[in-house]
Nanobody, 120 residues
């Protein structure tokens, strides 16, 4: 069993910054790609950023240049640094990870989500 626990969300004014964290724990052999998604009220969940096991990042156009995804493989943790936040960044942010278990099975796990609210 694996758990992903996100932290770092909150209320921030437009133009501010937040750093989200997502720590994976459990029967982990290795973690492959890790991703951040977000879902705003009434909208579909969308991919915000992804990072490969080799730390190669990719970003949605909506956050490119304002956000940085990184990971600490020793801590099984992925981060999302978000700067110059806009009200349209308001959403629940979810962590997702492709994990190889100690049993060598491969599964995709989700965190419980963390709320980010950006006030204008």
């Amino acid at each position: 069993q694996v758990q992903l626990v996100e932290s770092g969300g909150g209320l921030v004014q437009a133009g501010g910054s937040l750093r989200l964290s997502c720590a994976a724990s459990g029967s982990i052999f290795s973690i492959n790609a890790m991703r951040w998604y977000r879902q705003a009220p009434g909208k579909q969940r969308e991919l915000v950023a992804a990072i490969t096991s080799g730390s190669s990042p990719n970003y949605a156009d909506s956050v490119k240049g304002r956000s940085t995804i990184s990971r600490d493989n020793a801590k099984n943790t992925v981060y999302l640094q978000m700067n110059s936040l806009k009200p349209e960044d308001t959403a629940v942010y979810y962590c997702n990870a492709d994990i190889t278990m100690t049993s060598r099975s491969h599964l995709s796990y989700w965190g419980q989500g963390t709320q980010v609210t950006v006030s204008s």
